[in-house]
Structure formats: structure tokens, C-alpha cells
């Protein structure tokens, strides 16, 4: 039977100040009417019901996700005592799965993507998933890239193997780290490259057996947790999380795994990275500026982007490509070309004793 993993526990930084240390990006809306780590949920359901999706998170999140997810059991709801990175998220998961069902197959998804084309979404993790159960296959998504982009991480592919499905499927040779621009039009140029999109499948039992051979770290961590987990859940996962070194899925394991498989797809993907991909989604007016229904008066601007959080008035006058966000407590602008920067102000807020703001 398969499963969903759904990863919730990121502090989305690069979208303060909307999202804060007590409610990050997943949990906002930012695009549509539902937050992210709801449409998430809605658009995996009609594969996988509720009751099949466990969702990891930070500690401090677990009610802020037993709110708007009321449909998932609270006892698929994992709380991190600390962040550790993605691999032993997917461990623990794994983990909790395969004691639940030893035949279990995981979809691993973060929580805070943006996905158009939810039918051809879902077809594709579908031949995903018949690749994982055909056997010990670890699987990844790959976007079709459309531009030489050097915000994400890429895949190489080798040539299309034979699996029985209605995508292609291609056996992965390399992992590439977020290029530089020559790079990326390289890749981009020679079309057996994907963006990476950060989302996996896999039998329970597969992954195990690959931290087994490359993180045998974790894997004691994983062995010592099922021991004592149906003592006592809680104290298994804080004793696992604060034992477990702090590294990538990515790193740790699909760079270093032998049976490794990209499924390509093209659905309307967006990791929705910064402003600048919230803007680039956003509903344009015929100067290409958005306004998230705040009263706005744009006046020779062009390319700009306005969110408010109060009824004021804003007048944008002879501006290109400038964001502004406001919260009840603060104010940011931008340079939308500039977006991914804002991550860098959260860490100054530490810096200069400001931590009430992050």
C-alpha cells in the first residue's frame, strides 16, 4: 500500500516577513485561497486518503497542523524537537511506516510547492510508484526545465529504461548542485537535464536498507527508535532526533544509491522560492503589476508587486520590479530580482537584537 510523507517543517525565511518563526511559509497563503501545506494535502488525496499521510514537522507546529489539516490523524502528525535536515525525517518516516505496514511504499513530498496540473501530477507519481514497488528502486521527480535556472539543483539522466507505466522513466547518472548561469544554459542546452524538485518515492523497506549501507549512523538511531517506540512514542522521537547527525536525503543517500530513477514531468511546478516566484504566479494587470487586492494607485510602475495587511493606501510612482509586503508589525521592500536576499535579513534581525520581528 502506499503512502504520503509530507515534509513540514522548514522556517521559510526568504518570505518574512509574512512568514514568521511561529508561522511559516507552509501554513500561509500565499497563492490561492488555502494555505500551502493544505493544497498539498488536497491535491495528493485522490491517491492517497488522509489516513495514509503523515506529515513531519516541527514541534512547535504540530497544532498550527492539527488546524488545517483536521481530516489527517493526529497520530500521523510528527513533531521534530529539532531540525536535522531531510534524511532523518525520511528515516523516522520510514521508520513509523514500515512497523504500520511492512510493504509500504512512500511518497515523499515537501509541503510547500505550487502544482497546476494535479491530474498529470498525480499520473506521475503513480508510475513512480509502480517503478518503487517493481523493486529495491529509489525514484525522484524531475521538472523539465524551461529556462537556465541557477536557483535549483539539477539531475542527468541516462537513457529511458523499460518499466511498465505511461511516463517515461530514466535511470539517474548524476546529481549537479545549483549551477552557475554558463552552467545552467549548459544543461539546459543539452536536454538530458532536470531541475530537481526535491521529491521521492520508495519502499519503506528500500530506504531503510539504504541508510543501512550509506548512513549506518542513522540507521542505529532508526533501530534503537523501534525498540522503543511503542513504550513510549515521544520520548523514542526526541531520543532519535537528538542522536541523528544533520544531513540532506540528497547528499546522504541518492548520490551515493546504485538503483536511482527520475520520472520527468512537466505540471505547472514551482518551488515558490521567493516573492519573486509568488509575483511571477500572481495575476498581472496590463503594466504587469500585482496587487493582492490592497488599494493601490500604480503610477508609471511597472513589474511590481504590492501585498498589505492593513487598509491603507499605497501609491507606487515610477518604480520597476519592487515588492511590498506588509504585517501588522513590519514593513518590506524590495527588489524583486533581489527576493532570494531577504533570508539574509532575517539572520541580521539576531544580530541586532531583533528577534521579536523574525
Known amino acids: 500500500m502506499h503512502y504520503a510523507v509530507i515534509m513540514a517543517g522548514g522556517v521559510g525565511s526568504r518570505f518574512w516577513p509574512s512568514s514568521r518563526k511561529n508561522k511559516p511559509k507552509q501554513f500561509l497563503n500565499l497563492i490561492g485561497e488555502r494555505s500551502m501545506i493544505q493544497e498539498t494535502v488536497d491535491r495528493i488525496t485522490p491517491l492517497i486518503p488522509a489516513e495514509r499521510i503523515l506529515i513531519i514537522t516541527n514541534d512547535s507546529y504540530v497544532d498550527l497542523v492539527k488546524e488545517q489539516l483536521p481530516d489527517v490523524p493526529h497520530e500521523n502528525i510528527i513533531g521534530e524537537p529539532v531540525a536535522r535536515n531531510t534524511a532523518p525525517c525520511v528515516a523516522i518516516a520510514a521508520a513509523i511506516l514500515q512497523k504500520r505496514d511492512p510493504s509500504a511504499t512512500m511518497v515523499v513530498l515537501p509541503a510547500d510547492h505550487y502544482i497546476t496540473k494535479e491530474s498529470k501530477f498525480r499520473e506521475i507519481l503513480l508510475s513512480g510508484i509502480n517503478v518503487a514497488e517493481a523493486g529495491p528502486n529509489l525514484i525522484t521527480i524531475g521538472i523539465t526545465p524551461h529556462r537556465p535556472e541557477t536557483g535549483y539543483g539539477y539531475i542527468q539522466m541516462n537513457e529511458e529504461v523499460a518499466f511498465d507505466g505511461s511516463h517515461p522513466v530514466h535511470e539517474v547518472k548524476t546529481f549537479a548542485e545549483k549551477p552557475d548561469l554558463k552552467t545552467a544554459v549548459s544543461f539546459l542546452e543539452s536536454g538530458d537535464f532536470l531541475w530537481n524538485s526535491g521529491m521521492f518515492i520508495w519502499k519503506a523497506k528500500t530506504i531503510l536498507d ?127 530580482d533581489e527576493a532570494q536576499e531577504v533570508k539574509s535579513v532575517v539572520d541580521q534581525l539576531e544580530e541586532q537584537d531583533l528577534s521579536r520581528f523574525k
Open 210 to 336: 539504504q541508510f543501512y549501507t550509506h548512513l549506518p549512523a542513522i540507521y542505529r538511531e532508526v533501530e534503537a527508535f523501534d525498540a522503543a517506540a511503542d513504550r513510549d512514542m515521544s520520548k523514542a522521537i526526541e531520543t532519535f532526533y537528538h542522536g541523528v547527525m544533520s544531513i540532506s536525503i540528497d547528499y546522504g543517500i541518492m548520490e551515493k544509491a546504485e538503483t536511482v530513477f527520475v520520472v520527468p514531468g512537466e505540471f505547472g511546478w514551482s518551488d515558490v522560492g521567493s516573492w519573486m516566484a509568488v509575483y511571477e504566479l500572481g495575476e498581472k494587470d496590463e503594466h504587469g503589476n500585482v496587487n493582492d487586492d490592497s488599494s493601490v494607485v500604480f503610477q508609471k510602475s511597472v513589474n511590481c508587486m504590492v501585498r498589505m495587511n492593513s487598509e491603507k493606501l499605497v501609491a507606487m510612482v515610477g518604480l520597476h520590479g519592487i515588492a511590498v509586503v506588509e504585517t501588522n508589525d513590519t514593513l518590506l521592500i524590495c527588489n524583486l
